[in-house]
Structure formats: C-alpha cells, structure tokens
C-alpha cells in the first residue's frame, strides 16, 4: 500500500537504465509462442465478470515502476535532446516539463492501481459464486481459497503487459511484486477477498462487486466493520462499460495524503473501446491543504481492439492543482501516441503567477523528445513572452497522428442549449476555471458520484481572454434531454463536493 502512496508522493522520480541487448520480447516469434501457450490456457476468470478494466497502455508513454522491471527499462528518464542554444525550450526541456512527462506519469497511475487486477479478478472468481448467491451480505475473506497456477500467473503477465511494458519488463515487474507480497508465487494458496455482490437497478451498470485483502496476502481479510471496502468494481452485465476504483489513506512524516481514483472502461461491438481516469488527490500537512484533480482519457484508433496497430491511442489529459491559497495551475495534454511514438498539445496555465506555456512535441518508441517547440506568455509583461522550437518536426512519421482537434468516438455529440458561460458555469468566482458533471435528472452525485454520464470543463485562456469549453457525454441519445449539470470542486477538508447549476429539460442539446 505504502508504494503506491510514495509513487504518488515523488512526482518527479529519476530511473536510471541498464544497458542491456536488443530487446527481443516483442518479436514475431517470441509472440507467437506466448500466443499459443495463452490460447491453450483458459481464463482463470469466471466468465461472468470483465478480464479487462483499460484499454492498453502504449509504451512510449510508460515505463516499469520501480525494481526490477525498472532495470529493464529501454532508457534513462533524464535523457534528452543536445543543443548549442539556450533559450525557453531547452529550459523547458531541462526542467522535464514536457507532455510525454505528465502522460508517462498518468499511465504510471493507471498501472498503479490495476497492476494486481488480474489477480484480484482471479481471486473474485473463488468466492463469486457463493456472494452472488448471497447479494448485499458481506462474504468474510478466506471462505474461499485458490492455489495460483502457472495459467493464472500467465494472466497476471498479460494484465502487466497491457500496461504498457514488454514481456522481458513485465516479468522483472512480477516479480517485484511477488516479493513485495503484492501478488503470490506459483503453488501458493491464496484467501479470497472479504466481498459484497450487488445487483443495480440503475441504467449505467448492472453489478458491483465490492472488496478489501487483508495487508498480508495469505492473511484472509474479515468483512469491514463500517461497510468500507478498498476497492469496487460495477459493470453491465454485458461487459461494455466497467468502473472499478480505489480509495487508500496515508500518513508519512507528518504529511495525510488521500487518494480516490477510479477508472471507467467503455467497450461496445463496432466501437473504439476507451477508457476514463480520474483521481483526487489531496495533501495536508502544517495546517495547510492541496488539492489535485486528474482526468485522463484515452481512446483506441481502431474499432476492432486486434486491428489497433501498436497500441493506438487518442488522448486528453487534464490536471487542476489548488494550493492552500486557493491558486489554481491547470495542464492539459491531448494529441495521439503508439508504442512507436506520439504528437502531442500541452498547455500549462498558471492563474497564481500569470504565466502560460503552449508546447508541441514528438516523442520516438523510448518516450525521447524528438521535437519541442515552446509558446511562452508572460501575462503581466508581454516583453518577456518567447517562442522557441528544437529538432525538426518530422510529418511524414507523424503526419497520420496530427489533428486539429482531437475528439472521441462518443455515442452522441452534445453541447449547451445556451451557449457558455450560462446558468452559473464559468460565473462569480468561477470564471477563470470551472469544471461540471453530467448526471441523469434526479441522480445526485454527492450520493453516487460513481453515476456520471459526462463531464467538461470551462476556462479563459488569460494570453488572449478567449473563453474555451468542452464537453464530453457518455451516455445514449435517450439521456441527452433528460441531464442535468453540476459543478464539480473539492472543498478545504479535501471532499468532493458537487452542486446543482442547470436542472433538465433540454439542458443539452445533440449535435
């Protein structure tokens, strides 16, 4: 537990690479026998429940977390391009504020909260049938137990390597995480966890399946006295939208951090499967509070998952971080990226300082910028603002992933009835940054912050005072008139709180 808080904790943390051969992992023949071991070896999941919670992470933005599949790792994180001149872009690029950073430190998040979720699907399976038996009671940990085989432990494999590592980086990752305890050896048996099976009555997800381990893994976990478990995962009953979450505490050093993250998982025949993060994250110590919000989507090219050539996706990457004072620094990161490589548009607004940073870049299969070019504004002196552009933007390798604007394949396209800022979104003190959630009429998100159908932010670029705003909607055709808006922020204790701004009818409208 305390690793994935340290990970979060040490934003910046610097992996230095072993050199090593060529790494042949990903070879034709090397997939090709993992294929057909995989192929032989049926799912240790029961079939009723999802196999997958993400799309796959590609591996230009990804990198192993920490022990040995960190020394496997195909770079040094501080390496970067050589030039003679100094100037906004290279410091830029010194200080390792670059796109291909915060999307790397994202899908870190990502593989931090599902590296053991194979593992947990497997161990779900001993027990599955004997809480849907059972529905709204509490299954105690250890009522069943699974002896691990080298099938499942071939899953637990499968699972790390669609978080963006190679098979040779995987295994290093397993077994770190063996050693930690964090997921079990061959031959060992397991306790399955304390859970609750749920059927839902509403229209976003059929089942929910609520769970907590004990810390230790052989150690059966007791049914939580306050109704309070670690983890949840909900789906329909067809497996085409998934949400699965986690919420952990910590205190090191004098410091309280809290973290609730969750992923939504959206995969339909004929559609391209997508995936939704989100994360808050709050810290207090010394009397003060700060707070991050993290909304990360990523969105395969392809609609058939097989045919997604190296892990495509498109992607949108958005952070508000509010100190103490109530300063708010928004980033955004959206553009396109494989295993191969990326394009990608980040924008860095601090409405504290009044600066603004507009940067364009590529990045080749070892996450190496290869083109960087910075857009600098200086709100309070415009005699300080500065462009600057590294390397040469190379369109014929990454012309296919440049867009004008970058949206994704939603079910239906909506926007405001009364265009924005209305009815109290980007007003008083909100009109710098404001964010909302899209909620079905009559569900409130304090009590099931877990039911949104869309959500969007609205903001003022202060270099040239232009109003921007998107919106992007989850749900179906038939939820489009019938959806209501709320504003989303987090409070000084760290809460979430959300607060009614526009009651449907025809709040939204279909595009």
Do not use: H
């Amino acid at each position: 537990m305390q690793r994935f808080f340290l990970f979060l904790l040490l934003s910046v943390l610097i992996l230095v690479g072993c050199k090593k051969e060529k790494d042949e992992s990903n070879s034709l023949s090397a997939l090709a026998v993992r294929f057909f071991i995989r192929t032989l070896l049926s799912s240790n999941i029961n079939s009723e429940l999802p196999s997958n919670l993400s799309v796959a992470v590609p591996r230009s933005i990804r990198k192993p977390s920490s022990g040995l599949g960190a020394s496997f790792q195909r770079r040094s994180q501080t390496s970067k391009m050589t030039f003679t001149n100094k100037g906004i872009a290279e410091d830029t690029l010194d200080y390792g504020f670059t796109g291909q950073y915060f999307l790397t430190e994202g899908t870190g998040i990502v593989a931090e909260i599902l590296r053991d979720s194979k593992k947990d699907l497997v161990l779900i399976s001993g027990s599955y049938s004997i809480a849907k038996a059972s529905p709204g009671v509490c299954i105690p940990g250890g009522t069943s137990s699974v002896r691990i085989t080298q099938s499942m432990e071939e899953e637990f494999l499968e699972g790390i390597e669609r978080l963006g590592l190679s098979s040779e980086e995987a295994r290093g990752e397993l077994v770190s995480l063996q050693n930690e305890g964090i997921l079990p050896f061959i031959g060992q048996s397991v306790p399955t966890p304390a859970m609750v099976y749920r059927t839902l009555s509403n229209n976003e997800y059929d089942v929910e399946i609520s769970y907590s381990f004990a810390d230790a893994i052989g150690t059966p976990q007791p049914c939580p006295s306050n109704n309070q478990f670690q983890k949840s995962i909900k789906f329909k009953s067809d497996k085409s939208k998934v949400f699965s979450s986690i919420t952990r505490s910590l205190r090191v050093f004098g410091i309280s951090l809290s973290v609730d993250a969750s992923i939504t998982y959206i995969t339909q025949v004929g559609k391209k499967d997508k995936a939704i993060l989100n994360i808050k994250q709050v810290t207090s110590g010394s009397g003060n509070t700060d707070k991050s919000t993290t909304r990360f989507t990523f969105e395969e090219c392809a609609n058939d998952t097989s045919a997604n050539s190296n892990n495509c996706v498109t992607l949108n990457y958005s952070n508000v971080y509010d100190d103490a004072a109530g300063n708010k620094i928004t980033t955004s990161v959206k553009g396109r990226t494989n295993d191969l490589g990326g394009y990608v548009l980040t924008e860095y607004i601090d409405n504290a300082d009044n600066f603004e940073y507009y940067i364009t870049e590529t990045y080749d299969p070892n996450g190496e910028i290869t083109y960087f070019a910075v857009d600098y504004y200086d709100i309070d002196n415009s005699a300080n603002d500065e462009y600057e552009e590294l390397g040469v933007l190379d369109t014929e390798l990454y012309g296919d992933f440049i867009e004008t604007t970058y949206t994704f394949e939603w079910d239906v396209y909506v926007d405001f009835t009364t265009p924005l800022p209305s009815g109290g979104i980007g007003g008083g003190g909100y009109a710098a940054y404001d964010a909302f959630v899209i909620m079905p009429n009559g569900v409130n998100p304090n009590s099931f912050p877990d039911e949104f159908i869309g959500w969007g932010e609205f903001y003022i670029n202060e270099s040239d005072s232009s109003e921007t705003y998107y919106v992007d909607f989850y749900g179906s055709a038939d939820q489009v008139s019938d959806a209501d808006v709320w504003r989303y922020e987090i409070d000084t204790n760290g809460n979430e709180v959300y607060t009614q701004l526009l009651i449907a009818p025809n709040v939204l409208y279909q595009l």
